[in-house]
């Protein structure tokens, strides 16, 4: 089955070399910005409306937002998130079946929240979309049923993340940057969720859903006069309230720089993360200075980062970093993903690019096409409706002055390479940042620890440990010849298992951002033949690979490709139903001792570039391990397998999940022993 992991990495590579914008939009003369402003009107309730008449297109917008203060939920957070799922469930007046069969129907989209409800229709239904979205919001209907269905479904979401190193390097870095207790840094967990009833929804609901931090924008083809009417017939019976008043301390970055380090036995590449809290605010004297200098450092695809990780040394297929201005506090972040063994390089290169921005002017030529591409950016994004009512917002909700975005462009230009410099040294703290990197530690500490820089280190979930113990020695008697024989033996015994001829396997793989599950079928033959092909709902068939007799194709998008050289020697030699029955009869394989996958400890076995694991207890197969050429750089395929059953005597995985820097999960739907392939499937 090792086999998909190659197809899927193919396939999301295209994708992301197709995705890359590496061109950068030519500087000319400045563009007259012309920002609507909104028509504005309150509620006695405290709903604030604003109104931006647009007729260019048939279309209307609605975005009704809510402007807590953020919250700590504490033991029971995850009241927040299941207020978000409950709400848009239909209302009190329409069961929500029919509310979503009417909102489709319509072709509009509504989306609901704790923190407000977004819709989008044609403005020929506008009245009829904004009365759900009213009826949606104000009155909703919160149902034993829905909690316990949405409450399951959030759980199960949490475990799916376990096994995701990105997932976890996310809750680290804002654990480590904010606290625990923080509204920042808090993070859901099974127990906290447990802890939510059906009530503390009801009350978080009724406390915080209020108009008195609540903000109405409306854009698109509406008349003024029609809006305010519908508004104040559907919303003036919203009761008034009082949002709960919260504060919260201001985290502090710590004294020096310092590695703070999360060990992920499974990871098949480091994630890295630069980062130290700021008080950016828009209305700061030095902002547009701020995102300039980050735009330079990490911002774009010419930034210094990308240019020099990537670009450079390929070592990554992207190096970025972020900032923003916020009501609160926020966070300076760099940020990457490289392969465990430039880890250590990597974290060198940040620091010296950070640097470099801090004490080295940027040039002129630089300076003038960031500027040009963040304005090309600024124009394009003016145009969405969206993006008119969130500076609508944040004109309101920030302070910011009336004509804050008609001088956005003459504030962007306005920068200088001192401006830059200064906002550097300000808000990119190299010298005394946290550098969280969640990795593999057996394969990344030996290098992280020659660079000098403390290193501390902390669990899954932000709480500090000691150093990991990397591996355990073998017990004596353990060889290579007993792990695979052990293994042969838990899925079925030597006998059963050699007498498998064929393996068929059905269905689906889900990749990040696709918007619906891949089909997957493959297809093995013990004389040397595999195929593999994924399809997508609607399209057909998108890639498959084939190894026969005769060599090796991919076919992608209609096109065929064959595989030669040492691509095709690796998948010929592995084309077969279990690689274990080859294995025990080569030489140059190696047991290199015992180390935690999925906090089980596993016998580790070498065999060229793959590394297999084989958990202690069960003898199974939990895990391998691929390094792959792509291009120039060299990437790190990594394969959990769980979830086995018999089939025909046989236990096989029916779960894989596939790390290459983003997760493939696939799931079969069924497995066939001996029946079900013929040669005709490999030609």
């Given at each position: 089955?090792?086999?998909?992991?190659?197809?899927?990495?193919?396939?999301?590579?295209?994708?992301?070399?197709?995705?890359?914008?590496?061109?950068?939009?030519?500087?000319?003369?400045?563009?007259?910005?012309?920002?609507?402003?909104?028509?504005?009107?309150?509620?006695?309730?405290?709903?604030?409306?604003?109104?931006?008449?647009?007729?260019?297109?048939p279309?209307?917008?609605?975005?009704?937002?809510?402007?807590?203060?953020?919250?700590?939920?504490?033991?029971?957070?995850?009241?927040?998130?299941?207020?978000?799922?409950?709400?848009?469930?239909g209302?009190?007046?329409?069961?929500?079946?029919?509310?979503?069969?009417?909102?489709?129907?319509?072709?509009?989209?509504?989306?609901?929240?704790?923190?407000?409800?977004?819709?989008?229709?044609?403005?020929?239904?506008?009245?009829?979309?904004?009365?759900?979205?009213?009826?949606?919001?104000?009155?909703?209907?919160?149902?034993?049923?829905?909690?316990d269905?949405?409450?399951?479904k959030?759980?199960?979401?949490?475990?799916?993340?376990?096994?995701?190193?990105?997932?976890?390097?996310?809750?680290?870095?804002?654990?480590?940057?904010?606290?625990?207790?923080?509204?920042?840094?808090?993070?859901?967990?099974?127990?906290?969720?447990?802890?939510?009833?059906?009530?503390?929804?009801?009350?978080?609901?009724?406390?915080?859903?209020?108009?008195?931090?609540?903000?109405?924008?409306?854009?698109?083809?509406?008349?003024?006069?029609?809006?305010?009417?519908?508004?104040?017939?559907?919303?003036?019976?919203?009761?008034?309230?009082?949002?709960?008043?919260?504060?919260?301390?201001?985290?502090?970055?710590?004294?020096?720089?310092?590695?703070?380090?999360?060990?992920?036995?499974?990871?098949?590449?480091?994630?890295?993360?630069?980062?130290?809290?700021?008080?950016?605010?828009?209305?700061?004297?030095?902002?547009?200075?701020?995102?300039?200098?980050?735009?330079?450092?990490?911002?774009?695809?010419?930034?210094?980062?990308?240019?020099n990780?990537?670009?450079?040394?390929?070592?990554?297929?992207?190096?970025?970093?972020?900032?923003?201005?916020?009501?609160?506090?926020?966070?300076?972040?760099?940020?990457?993903?490289?392969?465990?063994?430039?880890?250590?390089?990597?974290?060198?290169e940040?620091?010296?690019?950070?640097?470099?921005?801090?004490?080295?002017?940027?040039?002129?030529?630089?300076?003038?096409?960031?500027?040009?591409?963040?304005?090309?950016?600024f124009?394009?994004?003016?145009?969405?409706?969206?993006?008119?009512?969130?500076?609508?917002?944040?004109?309101?909700?920030?302070?910011?002055?009336?004509?804050?975005?008609?001088?956005?462009?003459?504030?962007?230009?306005?920068?200088?390479?001192?401006?830059?410099?200064?906002?550097?040294?300000?808000?990119?703290?190299?010298e005394?940042?946290?550098?969280?990197?969640?990795?593999?530690?057996?394969?990344?500490?030996?290098?992280?620890?020659?660079?000098?820089?403390?290193?501390?280190?902390?669990?899954?979930?932000?709480?500090?440990?000691?150093?990991?113990?990397?591996?355990?020695?073998?017990?004596?008697?353990?060889?290579?010849?007993?792990?695979?024989?052990?293994?042969?033996?838990?899925i079925?015994?030597?006998?059963?298992?050699?007498?498998?001829?064929?393996?068929?396997?059905?269905?689906?793989?889900?990749?990040?951002?696709?918007?619906?599950?891949?089909?997957?079928?493959?297809?093995?033959?013990?004389?040397?033949?595999?195929?593999?092909?994924?399809?997508?709902?609607g399209?057909?068939s998108?890639?498959?690979?084939?190894?026969?007799?005769?060599?090796?194709?991919?076919?992608?998008?209609?096109?065929?490709?064959?595989?030669?050289?040492?691509?095709?020697?690796?998948?010929?030699?592995s084309?077969?139903?279990?690689?274990?029955?080859l294995?025990?009869?080569?030489?140059?394989?190696?047991?290199?001792?015992?180390?935690?996958?999925?906090?089980?400890?596993?016998?580790?076995?070498k065999?060229?570039?793959?590394?297999?694991?084989?958990?202690?207890?069960?003898?199974?197969?939990?895990?391998?391990?691929?390094?792959?050429?792509?291009?120039?750089?060299?990437?790190?395929?990594s394969?959990?397998?769980?979830?086995?059953?018999?089939?025909?005597?046989?236990?096989?995985?029916?779960?894989?999940?596939?790390?290459?820097?983003?997760?493939?999960?696939?799931?079969?739907?069924?497995?066939?022993?001996?029946?079900?392939?013929?040669?005709?499937?490999?030609?």
């Amino acid at each position: 089955m090792k086999k998909v992991t190659i197809i899927l990495s193919s396939l999301f590579l295209t994708i992301i070399m197709q995705a890359q914008d590496r061109s950068q939009p030519k500087q000319g003369p400045s563009p007259t910005i012309n920002i609507k402003k909104p028509e504005s009107f309150n509620l006695p309730n405290g709903l604030k409306v604003m109104i931006v008449e647009n007729h260019k297109l048939p279309r209307v917008s609605f975005n009704l937002s809510i402007d807590n203060t953020p919250n700590a939920e504490g033991t029971k957070k995850g009241v927040d998130n299941l207020t978000s799922s409950l709400l848009g469930n239909g209302s009190q007046k329409i069961a929500k079946d029919a509310f979503n069969e009417e909102i489709d129907f319509l072709g509009a989209d509504i989306n609901f929240s704790s923190t407000g409800v977004y819709g989008s229709c044609l403005s020929k239904y506008s009245g009829r979309i904004l009365e759900l979205l009213a009826d949606g919001a104000l009155h909703p209907n919160f149902t034993k049923d829905e909690f316990d269905k949405e409450k399951e479904k959030l759980i199960e979401g949490l475990k799916t993340q376990e096994k995701s190193v990105a997932a976890v390097a996310g809750r680290v870095q804002n654990v480590l940057a904010y606290g625990k207790s923080h509204p920042f840094g808090e993070f859901l967990s099974e127990e906290t969720i447990k802890n939510v009833t059906l009530e503390d929804v009801i009350n978080n609901y009724h406390s915080s859903f209020v108009p008195e931090n609540a903000y109405l924008v409306i854009i698109g083809d509406v008349k003024f006069k029609d809006a305010k009417k519908a508004v104040e017939k559907l919303f003036s019976k919203w009761e008034k309230a009082t949002a709960p008043q919260l504060t919260f301390t201001n985290p502090n970055n710590v004294q020096y720089t310092q590695i703070n380090f999360v060990d992920m036995p499974n990871a098949v590449q480091s994630e890295i993360a630069l980062q130290n809290t700021v008080e950016l605010k828009m209305t700061d004297k030095d902002y547009f200075a701020a995102i300039v200098a980050n735009q330079i450092l990490g911002g774009d695809f010419n930034s210094y980062l990308n240019m020099n990780l990537r670009e450079k040394h390929g070592w990554t297929y992207g190096a970025r970093s972020s900032i923003s201005g916020s009501k609160y506090i926020s966070t300076f972040k760099a940020s990457t993903q490289v392969r465990n063994a430039v880890t250590d390089s990597s974290v060198v290169e940040f620091l010296k690019e950070i640097k470099r921005i801090k004490t080295e002017k940027v040039s002129d030529e630089v300076l003038k096409n960031v500027k040009a591409g963040y304005i090309g950016k600024f124009v394009m994004q003016i145009e969405k409706p969206q993006t008119v009512a969130g500076y609508a917002l944040r004109i309101k909700t920030q302070g910011l002055p009336e004509d804050f975005y008609e001088n956005y462009i003459k504030n962007i230009s306005a920068v200088t390479a001192e401006d830059v410099m200064e906002a550097a040294k300000k808000y990119f703290l190299d010298e005394n940042i946290r550098i969280v990197i969640v990795g593999k530690g057996s394969e990344v500490l030996p290098g992280l620890e020659k660079l000098k820089i403390p290193i501390f280190y902390y669990d899954k979930f932000g709480t500090a440990t000691t150093k990991p113990v990397m591996k355990k020695p073998v017990p004596a008697g353990v060889t290579v010849k007993t792990v695979l024989e052990s293994y042969i033996n838990a899925i079925g015994g030597n006998k059963i298992v050699s007498s498998v001829k064929t393996i068929k396997c059905i269905g689906s793989a889900s990749i990040p951002q696709a918007p619906a599950p891949l089909s997957f079928e493959s297809k093995k033959d013990v004389k040397g033949k595999v195929s593999i092909e994924l399809s997508m709902p609607g399209m057909g068939s998108i890639m498959k690979q084939v190894v026969n007799e005769k060599g090796a194709y991919i076919m992608q998008q209609g096109a065929r490709k064959d595989v030669t050289g040492e691509e095709l020697s690796e998948m010929k030699a592995s084309a077969t139903t279990f690689d274990e029955l080859l294995m025990l009869k080569k030489e140059s394989i190696v047991l290199d001792g015992i180390e935690s996958v999925n906090n089980s400890d596993a016998y580790v076995i070498k065999n060229g570039k793959t590394t297999l694991f084989y958990d202690v207890k069960t003898n199974l197969k939990v895990a391998e391990t691929k390094t792959v050429d792509r291009g120039e750089q060299k990437m790190t395929i990594s394969t959990n397998f769980s979830d086995y059953r018999e089939v025909k005597g046989v236990k096989v995985p029916f779960e894989m999940n596939v790390n290459q820097g983003f997760e493939i999960d696939i799931k079969m739907s069924d497995i066939k022993i001996n029946e079900g392939v013929t040669d005709k499937d490999f030609e």
